[in-house]
Each structure stands twice: as structure tokens, then as C-alpha cells.
């Protein structure tokens, strides 16, 4: 199927379709593609009849929705309080200075890509991350590297 | 004036459901703005305006809070002065300041509040500001580093021309203006009436300069610099020149381009008269056989552009005669340089227009002859106030003069182009006398309610009756279309202006800071048309002159060939 | 995670049950059903699993998958089921066992590997005490020799444990566990005895005040929305919690979810409200699929929909995932985000309680807020308003994390100080030295020993220089630098802030260059650089004002309160950073370089192997150095080092 169908096969889902149904749309369609994209952005423009331009103006102001597709592994990094007493500065610095990847960001050849978020609901194991939804605890550069180290080998 | 407040421990009245900015300012204190615009809602997003509200905990924004009976209020106590000049100062410490170099150097909001608000000490050492210049749309040029996030444009672009390019992208510390996916201008729905630029309290948006260009022809000698100024123009610039506003300075305008240095100058209004001829046959023959009725007004550019973004079905629909910027264009370089036996190509061919949409109106290749554009270079307003100081021409020490000849002699109604209303008018004047040879009156015109929002009228004219509609400006056209369109009344004719008011409150237009001065611009063209003779332009004998001379008869075969054009769907993100 | 009621006793819940939840008298059949789904009587083990977001990172699904392939294995008949959190974080994943005749007993950091040996001796009678924590009080079963009762541990007895006395007891995917012990009877009773005024009246007397930080009169504003002709209401549940280390309403909702559904019920029906819309982050997937499988099974058995319960008022619950943005816990914000716009607060008045979603009349609560409720309207005005103080009432959640020894999550009355959170929290981690207490999240303040006698209160704190915040609580060891801390906030906020008006926008920006201006190393070691950075300080505290006087919302109006408070209770730390360039947590980076000591260095390899940016070079056995330039600071080498040998200035 592509894209669009994809895109359209969503909207076909929703009975009424106005501004009120845009986020839900635009994260069923992320949580199907990965990312948002210009196309989806126009076709749901056009159903929706919504001018693009809010339609992007809306998506770059969440966290949730990106532009820029997800890399293989998906590095979900938390900074909330308590990671950060912990240490989660390190990791981000380690990431940073290693991969040459920042919040938002995926790496040239697509492996990875980091969501700096706050707060998973974990405080007492930080600094946590979660990697495609598997989560590592008391991580610090040493254990990133091991296990970043292991997931370029797979 | 039923209620009573204290402002500054002086007691002033106030409307009831008045917001405290209104009170103030109908009292004579003025509060600083900066995202407050008027007939749109508050959004409160500068906090400039904010008062001291005796029982409140916080500071609140003037332009949002309804005053109540016995209000106290302190409009520059030292909190409220201290909050406003550490906003300035916030906006200064991520605003360059070129402003010796910026383009709305003395023009500026942000300028005058900071000089306003006495801050004379850099608090935050100079940062150097990477947003790219965005060069793409040949009306409007765009510089992310000066936007101050006001939101104006957007809401301008938004809530009155119903185009929506704006938006605000991402949040917070990383927040800007941006079109759809961050993309150039000219990738983006905009149809280049410059609003915005308008409204813009700063050098963040400014039209695109065609300036140099014209000083470069001016002082070369191989060519034959020409000039054509739009109808509205004479009426909005006195102000520039130190007269009283709405002065008509038509005539001492061609004093002063001939003075600049070009050899003929002429008046667009002829052309509109012309255009005016040419759209009545139009009317006439789709009337006669029922086809692409009605007929939309094809004068504003940006109207037209808007039309082949979002209805591209309707293309056929608008009005296939040039608007009186190429028929002038197109006249000047076909006719005019051969009467006068000059090489088209020698001609340089400017016109000043109060619009920023016809800088990108002359460089549709729809628009040429034999490969060369009609106009090469349009000039705003604002460039033309510009040159006219440039040249050192004292406006109010010079003589008055006439326009060249063959395009010398206009009707009345030819000025109306510039006034919302004003196309619709001068053609059903032309159509009632070219059915009836007579004169259309007002007595003969009955209102017709439609849709609020939207004017028209209807005559009768050799048993046929005619309804014309005027859009004022494109707010809520994407509603009021439908309904014109496929309402109950069957119009004929839709003059559609994207700005409000017409081509008087155009984007290229002087900045001004109170629609009164728009208002007073309207009224020097209507008072204008009352005043003259020669009220239809079927009527201008130069105009019948041109048509036995050159273009034969009107819809004819030269017609076509110069006064006609074509448009299409064009693919940009809506 | 399955659902745990199947479609027979759903039907008999709404059959037998539902119509008959005011009288509270029950026939024998539906007692003795209510007995068995409270566990009261078992016939074969029952194991209870704490599965929650939080012991889901501590391994707790392979600590259930461990125990159904030992049940599988052993060919043990037992149920198992999921429960939720009893605020013991740090000691999850918990599992309990209940086998016939004996308590439930409680088993902390059972991890697979363990799962065999415990479940070996429980099954049979026997109990390894050191795993074990706590057993159940119980009047027909016996206990287990040794184990404390559940009451009895000072984590407990502490607290005053109203909204989470089910919390880790109950399977949050039961709604028939829930009316068992006694839930939606305070809805049955508020739609027969109370009209919508009667509620209002009720929560007006409890004297509730909102639990999401502003802590504004529950009551006051229902009745401002009520007091609006309109025929549409709407109630939103707000909760999109994202203070950074604040958890307790997704707690709360992951362990008892059927407890904010009859809130939200409660509440709709006492605000009128035609729709009760749930706003809650789309990341905390855990707590979306609980809140929607509760409010599932009350359609199902005919507690929300058309006519609840006989009474002629309808409701419908949705559920609206938030796409994430801090702002929108700010009311207005919200609203325009479920509007589906860019969720930019507006200007105020008009309130949302009379010109909310859609233009009408919507009352904003918070989870824990709503949770209140059903224990007001059960218990009465005056059994609600004897807990706590005179300005507030009731109890509050927190969630203690940070250098906590052990994170977790309670519920105190008002009044208790300030030192209660520190004590349940176990004191500081690892034995080291208090720093303070942060309450409260990125606006929330930092709370010093001298102060910890303030009482938990609305009231109070705030006349101490102190905000009471949401709930989240962070415990600060001496190894956190004030000066990050509050340039980590600053940070979030500048991130976090819509962007609408000046003062938030590009006064968080502002405070956030001048904080890390003072962390860093200076370009220039000229003199009137130190003056530039103090200059720097001096601004930030005009710029707080401002930001409190001008801003739009209350996100920007709070944000420099952790920086006013610090810059009062820890001005040392600034002026040492300012002047002496030295940040005695070590923490800012740029301010530390670390170097070995030639004398010391063994020459072991273990720090170079282990720095994550290879910057440190040298010759086994010989000693090490370490590139300046190349090092990011992470103190690696430091911890790494058995001799001691790495420094840093």
C-alpha cells in the first residue's frame, strides 16, 4: 500500500472529520508511517480543509510529532528531574558527542534516533531509556556505549 | 458614557464593554502595542500594554480587560513602566540592530517603543543572527532575524485575507513565522498582497525592491525609461510630503517622474478605462450566450492568483481582459512605441502601483508580447515616495503638469479602479451606455442583498438585467463564494479586491497607523468622480480614439491579441 | 494486559448489582460474590502481580511471565493477577501471594530469577523473611509467623491513605472488584438523595481545593459554570501530567482508575455536563489503556451513557490523547489543544468556566482533584473537612523521587510538615548529605533543611517563601549543583513555553543564557568579565519580576520561582560560581577538568577503557593522562579509578 492510501484508509476511519479530529488523525498516521510528511500533510489538509500551514504550525508545537523519520532504533532518553539528578546529562553529552545526535535528531545512516523526554514515570530507576519500547535502567555512558555497541553489531 | 474610572488618580468616563485600552485612548493616554490590531480580537500575546489594576495580583493587559465601574487603574506607575521597558529590552537583546541599514528605518514600531521607552544601554552584548533572507516571492522578502513574533501577520493573513501562508512553528525559545513545512515563500499559498507587510511592526516583512532596476534604466542612456502611476496612488501620498492627507497630487506626481528622469509618464487610469471597454464586450457576448457567468473582475492580481491556487474551476470564469497595468503595459509597448517610432526594446517600462501582488503580476509569462514582458519593473508606493526623496524633488515647490499624450485624457470612472466598487461601477456605467448610449445614474441602480459582507446592485439595461456583486477584501470568501456562485440571485459580474477598501489600502501603500487614512483616501477618489465630466469611459474620446487608430473594434482580433490573456491552475501548498 | 472481568460477571453486575448500589443491603448471592472477588476466601493460591508503568521498567511483565511458566511448569492451579502500585517504587517488582487459609503476604524485588525459590517456599507454607515486607491484616485468616502487618510498617502508618487505599490491592481492569469494595456506591447514592446543586453545595463545605497546583476551590468553580444558562457543559479531566518527576495522577489512574472514572461521573453530573472529556499524554500508554478499559466496563454495565441509572442524566466519558506539550496543563491551553489547535494559552477572562471547549461552560479538575469526590459525597462534607488544616483540607498525594533512598508514593494529611515526605522517603540515598527539597516541578522551589518544619498547606507555604507545587517531590543530595538545577528548569520552561508572549518566551531564554553563562568557563579571563556575569545575576532578578507581573499565563507567571527562591536560600553556590568559577557539586561541566596524579596512577588501563570518548592516553604500568579537549567531564575515570588517582579542578 503507499503512503497515500495509507493516509487515506486513516481518514476513512474518522465519520466526522474537522479540526477537532486533526490530532488524532495526524497520530494514527505517525504511528502508522513513523513520521509525518509533507504529503500526509496536504491530503489531510485537503479533507480536513484546513490550510497546511496550520496543520504544520499544530504538529511542530507537540513533542510528539516529528518531521524526520525514526532511525532503527529509536532511543527514547529521560531528562526528568530525577534521571537528571542521576546522571541523564552524561548520557545526552555521551550521544551528543558520539553519535553526533540531539534531541530530535536521526543519525546519517538511519540507526538511530533520539526523543529527549521528561519524565517516563520511572524516577526511581533512572536514568532510564528506552530503546523501540525495551527499557535499560541505571544507565551511564559506560552501559550506553555497551549497549548502543550491541545494537550496531546486530 | 456610563461608567466612571480612575486612571492615574484622575477620573475618566467609559463606555460600558469598553476594553481599558479604548477608554484610555479615547481619553487621550496612549499605552504601548504592539500584537493589537484593530477590528481583530486581542490575543494578548505582547503584554506591552499592560496597567496596574489596583486588587490585582499581576500586571493586566489593557486590551483585553473590560473596565468595570470604580476601576482603578495606573497606567505608567514605575512597575508598569519597569515591565515594559524589560520587555523592549528582551526584544532588542534578540533583534539585530541594523537599523541604519533596515529597510523600515524610521518606520519602525519596535524603534519608536524603544525610543519611547528611553533605553539607551545594551544589556545583552550583540549575537550574530543566522535566519536566512527569504528572496524567493518577487513581492514580498522575508527576514526571520527581525521578526519579533508579534503574530500580526499571521492573524492578518489569517482572520482578513483568509489565505493563512503564516503560521507560527515549533514552541517556545524556538518558535518563528513560517509557511507550510518551513518552505521558501514562493512554495506557499501567498498571493502576494502584502497585508502583512503592512502590519508588520518591523523590518521582518518588506516587499521586494525593484529600485535599483529603475535607477539603473533612469541613468542609461540607450533606453527609454516610461512610467505609468496606478489611480490610487495621487491620493496616498500626500502625507509623505508634508500635505494634508488624501491631497490629490496627481498632477504634480508627473511633474516630479519627469523630473527623476523619465521621458513619458502616463496614467493608468486610461488603461483602466480601456480594460473597462473591453470587459463590457466580455460581459456582454458571455451574457448573450450564457457561458462562464458570472464574470469574476480579473484586475487584482492577487485576487487572480487566489483564484487559480483554490479554484482552479473557476478559471475560466475571470475575466479574460488584462488588468490595466498590462493593457497600459501592453499598449506602451505596441502601440505607443510605434506611433512614436521607437525600438520596443529600448523601452523600459516601469509602474508604480499601490500593490505588492503586480511586482509578481509583471513577471507572469502569460503577460508578454513577442517575448518581452509589458511592464518590466513595478515600483510600490513606498519606493516611489522613496525615489521622489532620492531625487531631492521639493513635491510642494513644483508646477503641476499633464500626463503624456496618447495616454493623456481619462474618464472618471477610470479613477474608481483604485476604491473597492470602483470596477464594478465603471463597468456597468460602459455597459448600460454601450446597450442604451445613455448615462448611467444612481437613480437607475437598485441595492441588492445577497450576503453580508458583499454589495450589489442590479439595472436594467435594453431589457436586460444586469446584477453586479463587490467583495470588499477576501475575508470569509471561502464562505461567501458558494453563495455567489450557486445562490438564488444569478449575478453576472463579481468584483472581487484582496484588501480591504481596495487598491487604496493596497500592501505597497504608505504606512499608515489608523484606517482613518484610508478612509480619507476613498473619499478623494469618490469625491473625484462626482466632480468631473466625463463620468463613463465609453465616453473618453481618447479612448475612442485609440480603439479607430490602432485596435479596431472592441473584442476584436487586436484586442485579443493585446488586451487578452490567459490564466491557469497553479500547484502550490494550500 | 487482559481484561479481568469476563462478559458473565459483567452481566451480573449490571444485573444484579448496579440497580440496587444505593441500598447497599445485598442479598446473599451477590455478598458472597462480593466476598470471593475480594480475595476473602480463596480456594486455590492467588498471586498478585504490581504491574505499573514504573515496576514495568523494574522488569515487572518477566516477573509475571517468570511466574506463569512456574505455574505452567509445576502444574500449580492459581490465578494471577494484576494489581496496582502500593507506592513502594523502589522496592518493585512486588508480588503477593495469598494462599487458602493464610494472609496475603507481600514479597519485594522479586525478579524471575527469585520467582522459583519463593514461590517453592510460599506454595508450601514456608516464607523466606528476608523477601517478604508485609502480610495483610486479616480477622479469618492466619498470619504468617514474623511478617509485619501491612499497618504496621512505618511507610503505611505514616499515611493517611484515603484515595489510595485500594492502590496495589485491587485489579485496576475490575470493575466488579471495584463496586465489591464499595466503589460507585457514592454515584448511586448522589443520583437518588442529590441534585446538581446539593453536589456543589457538598464539595463547597468539604472546602476541596484543587490538587493540580493552583489550588483553587473545587466548588466555587463548578458553581461558576452552573450558574451559566446554556443546555452544554463539558468536564475535562486533566490529566496530562508532565512536571518532570511528578507521577502521582498517572499512579493514581494506572492503580485505580474505576476511583477517577466515578469522580469524573460525580463531578459531570454536579457541573450538569453533557460530556466529560479524559486529556491525558499519549505516552503514558500504560494509564490511557486502563482509563479506557474502566470506562469501557461502566458502559457495559450501565453506570455511564444514557440515563445513568435511572435518573435521566446521561454522560458521555472520551478519552483524548494529548500530543505532548508542558503548556498544556495550563486550562485554556488545554482547551485549544482539544480544540485541535497549536495549544497556545488565551487571554482570561473570559474563564473556561464560562467560555471554555466549544464556547460553553467547561470545568478543568485534575485527576487527583476528582479522585476526592466519591469520598466526599460517600463520607460527607464534615468527615472530609476534619482531616487537615483550616485553609486546606483533605489529603495530598506526592510522589518522592530524586536521591530519595527509597522513591515512592504516598498520601499525607494536610498539615503534616514538610520532613514527613523526607522520612517516608527513607532520607537521602546511599547515607549522604541533605541538600534540600524540591516541591514541585520546573516552577516548584527548593526547600532547605531549617525550612522542612513548614506544614504541607495551601496557605501556609506560600507566606514562607514556599509553593506546594503538584505533588512531585525530589530529594537533593549535596551532589546537585543549585546553579544546574535551576539551568536545567530554565531550560525546560524555555523549551516548554508556547512562545505567545514576550515575557515567557524571551524572558526564559534570557534567565537560561545568563544561568549557563555563570556554569561556564569564561572566554576571557579579563576583569570586568566576572562583573558582566554578576551583572547577569543582578537581572535575573528584575526579569523574574517581570516575568511574574507580565506573563499570560500562570506557566511564565511561576517560572522564576525556582531561581528567586535559590539565588535567596543558595546564594554562596552563585557567587562561587560567579567569582570563583567553582562549582562545589562538580556538576557544571565546563567548570571541571580532571587530571590524574602522576604518583598515584598505576598505569591499570581501567579508566582509559572505560572513558567513552577515548581521551585518555598513556603506556600500561606507566602512568596516564587525559586530553583536556577530548574530555566531556563525565567523571568516568574518577569513579572508575581503585587508587584515587583522578582529580579534577
Not at chain 2, 489569517?158 to 525559545?173: A, I, K, L, P
Not at chain 3, 528548569?489 to 512562545?499: K, L, P, T, Y
Not at chain 3, 580532571?594 to 591499570?604: Q, W
Request: aromatic letters at 8%; hydrophobic letters at 35%.
Amino acid at each position: 500500500m503507499s503512503k497515500a492510501e495509507k493516509i487515506e484508509e486513516i481518514l476513512e476511519r474518522y465519520s466526522y472529520l474537522d479540526s477537532k479530529s486533526l490530532i488524532p488523525i495526524l497520530q494514527d498516521i505517525q504511528s502508522e508511517l513513523g513520521s509525518l510528511n509533507e504529503e500526509a500533510i496536504v491530503l489531510v489538509g485537503q479533507r480536513l480543509n484546513l490550510p497546511t500551514s496550520k496543520i504544520y504550525g499544530l504538529a511542530t508545537f507537540y513533542n510528539q510529532f516529528k518531521f524526520e523519520p525514526k532511525g532503527k532504533n529509536h532511543i527514547c532518553l529521560c531528562n526528568g528531574t530525577s534521571c537528571r539528578l542521576k546522571g541523564a546529562k552524561w548520557n545526552m553529552v555521551y550521544l551528543e558527542e558520539n553519535l553526533k545526535l540531539k534531541n530530535g535528531q536521526t543519525t546519517r545512516n538511519g540507526q538511530f534516533s533520539l526523543e529527549v523526554v521528561t519524565c517516563m514515570g520511572a524516577c526511581d530507576h533512572g536514568p532510564v531509556i528506552s530503546i523501540n519500547e525495551e527499557y535499560y535502567r541505571e544507565v551511564d555512558p559506560e552501559k550506553l556505549k555497551h549497549i548502543i555497541n550491541d545494537l550496531t553489531q546486530e | 458614557m456610563n461608567i466612571t474610572i480612575e486612571v492615574n488618580n484622575r477620573t475618566i468616563q467609559a463606555h460600558k464593554g469598553d476594553t481599558i485600552l479604548e477608554a484610555l485612548n479615547r481619553n487621550g493616554i496612549r499605552v504601548p502595542t504592539l500584537c493589537n490590531m484593530t477590528n481583530l480580537t486581542p490575543s494578548g500575546a505582547c503584554r506591552l500594554c499592560v496597567v496596574e489594576v489596583e486588587g490585582r495580583d499581576t500586571l493586566v493587559t489593557s486590551c483585553s480587560h473590560i473596565v468595570e465601574n470604580g476601576m482603578r487603574v495606573m497606567t505608567h506607575s514605575p512597575r508598569v513602566v519597569r515591565a515594559r521597558k524589560t520587555l523592549v529590552e528582551l526584544l532588542l537583546a534578540n533583534h539585530p540592530d541594523d537599523c541604519l541599514y533596515c529597510e523600515r528605518n524610521g518606520f519602525c514600531e519596535l524603534q519608536d517603543l524603544a525610543a519611547e521607552l528611553h533605553i539607551r544601554e545594551r544589556k545583552v552584548l550583540r549575537k550574530s543572527f543566522t535566519q536566512k533572507l527569504d528572496l524567493s516571492s518577487p513581492s514580498i522578502v522575508r527576514d526571520p532575524a527581525k521578526c519579533i513574533l508579534c503574530g500580526r501577520c499571521i492573524r492578518v493573513c489569517d482572520e482578513v485575507q483568509s489565505v493563512s501562508t503564516f503560521e507560527f512553528v515549533n514552541r517556545g525559545c524556538n518558535m518563528y513565522v513560517g509557511t507550510t513545512m518551513s518552505r521558501d515563500l514562493n512554495f506557499s499559498s501567498c498571493i502576494g498582497c502584502g497585508q502583512c507587510v503592512l502590519v508588520c511592526p518591523t523590518g521582518a516583512l518588506h516587499e521586494r525592491q525593484n529600485f535599483a532596476e529603475v535607477m539603473d534604466a533612469l541613468s542609461n542612456p540607450d533606453l527609454i525609461p516610461v512610467v505609468q502611476i496606478a489611480p490610487s496612488i495621487s491620493v496616498s501620498v500626500a502625507t509623505e510630503f508634508g500635505l494634508k492627507a488624501s491631497k490629490d497630487v496627481n498632477k504634480l506626481l508627473y511633474n516630479a517622474l519627469r523630473k527623476i528622469g523619465f521621458k513619458y509618464v502616463f496614467d493608468t487610469a486610461v488603461a483602466a478605462d480601456i480594460a473597462a471597454v473591453e470587459m463590457a464586450a466580455e460581459l456582454i457576448a458571455r451574457k448573450g450566450n450564457g457561458n462562464n457567468l458570472p464574470m469574476f473582475s480579473s484586475c487584482c492580481p492577487a485576487w487572480v492568483k487566489f483564484v487559480e491556487q483554490w479554484y482552479p474551476d473557476y478559471i475560466p470564469a475571470l475575466s479574460a481582459v488584462k488588468s490595466p497595468q498590462q493593457v497600459m503595459g501592453s499598449l506602451i509597448r505596441n502601440y505607443f512605441a510605434a506611433e512614436n517610432e521607437i525600438n520596443l526594446s529600448k523601452i523600459f517600462s516601469v509602474s508604480v502601483m499601490p500593490c505588492l501582488a503586480k511586482k509578481f503580476e509583471a513577471q507572469r509569462e502569460e503577460m508578454t508580447t513577442r517575448g518581452l514582458s509589458d511592464v518590466d519593473t513595478v515600483l510600490s508606493t513606498r519606493e516611489l515616495v522613496r525615489l521622489i526623496k532620492l531625487y531631492g524633488i521639493d513635491i510642494q515647490g513644483i508646477e503641476p503638469q499633464h500626463p503624456d499624450k496618447p495616454f493623456n485624457i481619462r474618464s472618471s470612472s477610470g479613477k474608481l479602479f483604485g476604491i473597492s466598487g470602483g470596477s464594478a461601477e465603471a463597468l456597468a456605467r460602459v455597459v448600460y451606455h454601450k446597450l442604451t448610449s445613455k448615462e448611467l445614474n444612481d437613480s437607475k441602480i437598485t441595492e441588492v442583498k445577497i450576503i453580508s459582507g458583499v454589495k450589489a446592485f442590479s439595472f436594467n439595461a435594453a431589457g436586460q438585467t444586469f446584477t453586479f456583486a463587490v467583495v470588499n477584501g477576501l475575508k470569509n470568501i471561502h464562505s461567501i463564494l458558494p453563495v455567489l456562485m450557486e445562490g438564488d440571485v444569478k449575478l453576472d459580474y463579481i468584483e472581487v479586491m484582496a484588501c480591504p477598501g481596495g487598491c487604496v489600502n493596497g500592501g505597497g501603500q504608505p504606512y499608515v497607523h489608523e484606517d482613518k487614512y484610508v478612509k480619507l483616501r476613498t473619499k478623494a477618489i469618490i469625491e473625484i468622480d462626482e466632480a468631473e465630466g466625463i463620468k463613463c469611459a465609453a465616453r473618453n474620446p481618447l479612448v475612442k480614439a485609440i480603439y479607430d487608430d490602432f485596435l479596431g473594434e472592441t473584442g476584436g482580433e487586436k484586442s485579443k491579441k493585446f488586451l487578452y490573456t490567459r490564466y491557469s491552475k497553479r500547484e502550490v501548498l494550500l | 494486559m487482559a481484561r479481568c472481568d469476563s462478559k458473565a460477571e459483567l452481566a451480573f453486575i449490571k444485573d444484579a448489582v448496579v440497580p440496587n448500589l444505593h441500598y447497599g443491603v445485598w442479598p446473599t448471592e451477590v455478598s458472597d460474590k462480593f466476598s470471593a472477588l475480594r480475595h476473602e476466601r480463596v480456594r486455590q493460591p492467588v498471586i498478585y502481580v504490581g504491574v505499573t508503568t514504573s515496576s514495568i521498567v523494574a522488569g515487572a511483565l518477566k516477573t509475571k511471565m517468570a511466574i506463569e511458566q512456574y505455574l505452567d511448569d509445576y502444574a500449580v492451579d492459581a490465578d494471577v493477577i494484576c494489581v496496582g502500585s502500593h507506592g513502594l517504587c523502589s522496592l518493585e517488582p512486588i508480588v503477593e501471594v495469598q494462599i487458602p487459609g493464610k494472609t496475603r503476604v507481600a514479597f519485594t524485588n522479586v525478579t524471575p530469577d527469585r520467582v522459583n525459590s519463593i514461590l517453592d517456599g510460599v506454595l508450601n507454607g514456608f516464607i523466606q523473611p528476608e523477601y517478604a515486607i508485609f502480610q495483610y491484616h486479616s480477622e479469618i485468616h492466619e498470619p504468617w509467623h514474623g511478617i509485619p502487618f501491612k499497618n504496621e510498617l512505618p511507610f503505611f502508618k505514616r499515611q493517611n491513605r484515603l484515595l489510595l487505599k485500594n492502590a496495589g490491592i485491587l485489579c485496576p481492569d475490575s470493575i466488579a472488584e471495584y463496586i465489591a469494595y464499595g466503589g460507585y456506591s457514592a454515584l448511586a447514592k448522589a443520583i437518588r438523595e442529590y441534585t446538581f446543586d446539593d453536589i456543589c453545595r457538598i464539595v463547597e463545605e468539604s472546602g476541596l481545593r484543587g490538587r493540580g497546583g493552583g489550588a483553587f476551590h473545587t466548588g466555587a468553580k463548578w458553581r461558576k459554570a452552573l450558574q451559566v444558562a446554556t443546555s452544554d457543559r463539558y468536564l475535562i479531566c486533566n490529566a496530562d501530567e508532565s512536571d518532570p518527576g511528578g507521577f502521582m495522577d498517572r499512579l493514581l489512574i494506572e492503580s485505580d482508575p474505576h476511583k477517577v472514572v466515578e469522580g469524573i461521573i460525580l463531578s459531570s453530573y454536579a457541573v450538569s455536563a453533557s460530556k466529560a472529556l479524559i486529556y491525558i499524554r499519549d505516552r503514558y500508554k500504560v494509564s490511557i489503556q486502563r482509563i479506557q478499559n474502566a470506562i469501557e466496563q461502566a458502559y457495559e454495565v450501565g453506570l455511564l451513557g444514557y440515563d445513568i441509572l435511572g435518573s435521566g442524566y446521561s454522560l458521555d466519558v472520551e478519552v483524548h490523547k494529548g500530543p505532548g506539550a508542558y503548556v498544556c496543563g495550563e486550562e485554556t491551553a488545554l482547551i485549544k489543544s482539544l480544540e485541535g489547535k497549536r495549544g497556545m494559552p488565551t487571554i482570561k477572562p473570559p474563564y473556561p468556566a464560562e467560555f471554555g471547549l466549544n464556547g460553553k461552560p467547561t470545568v478543568i479538575n485534575n485527576v487527583e482533584t476528582l479522585a476526592n469526590i466519591p469520598e466526599i459525597i460517600s463520607n460527607g462534607p464534615q468527615w472530609f473537612a476534619a482531616f487537615g488544616t483550616e485553609g486546606s483540607k483533605g489529603t495530598k498525594i506526592f510522589s518522592i523521587n530524586g536521591h530519595a533512598s527509597q522513591t515512592c508514593w504516598v498520601e499525607l494529611t494536610f498539615g503534616e510538615p514538610l520532613a514527613t515526605l523526607l522520612d517516608l522517603a527513607g532520607g537521602v540515598k546511599d547515607g549522604r548529605t541533605f541538600k534540600a527539597l524540591h516541591l514541585g516541578g520546573p516552577s516548584g522551589v527548593s526547600v532547605t533543611a531549617d525550612e522542612l518544619d513548614a506544614p504541607i498547606d495551601f496557605d501556609e507555604l506560600p507566606r514562607r517563601g514556599i509553593s506546594l507545587g503538584s505533588g512531585g517531590v525530589q530529594v537533593l543530595d549535596n551532589t546537585v549543583c543549585m546553579v544546574d538545577l535551576v539551568k536545567y528548569f530554565m531550560h525546560f520552561i524555555r523549551n516548554e513555553s508556547c512562545g505567545k508572549c514576550i515575557p515567557c518566551r524571551e524572558g526564559s531564554n534570557r534567565m537560561y543564557q545568563i544561568l549557563d553563562n555563570i556554569s561556564k568557563r569564561p572566554v576571557s579571563n579579563e576583569g570586568h568579565n566576572t562583573l558582566e556575569r554578576f551583572k547577569g545575576v543582578i537581572q535575573l532578578e528584575t526579569l523574574a519580576e517581570v516575568m511574574r507581573d507580565t506573563s499570560l499565563c500562570g506557566l511564565g507567571q511561576t517560572a522564576p520561582k525556582p531561581i528567586l527562591k535559590a539565588l535567596k536560600s543558595f546564594r554562596d553556590e552563585f557567587e562561587e560560581h560567579i567569582f570563583d568559577r567553582k562549582c562545589r557539586a562538580s556538576v557544571c561541566r565546563d567548570l571541571r577538568t580532571f587530571y590524574i596524579d602522576i604518583e598515584r596512577c598505576k598505569g591499570c588501563t581501567a579508566c582509559a577503557k572505560k572513558c567513552p570518548t577515548q581521551a585518555i592516553y598513556g603506556t600500561p604500568r606507566s602512568s596516564y593522562f587525559i586530553v583536556e579537549e577530548r574530555c566531556i567531564g563525565c567523571g568516568i575515570c574518577q569513579d572508575t579509578c581503585k587508587f584515587g588517582a583522578v582529580f579534577f579542578k
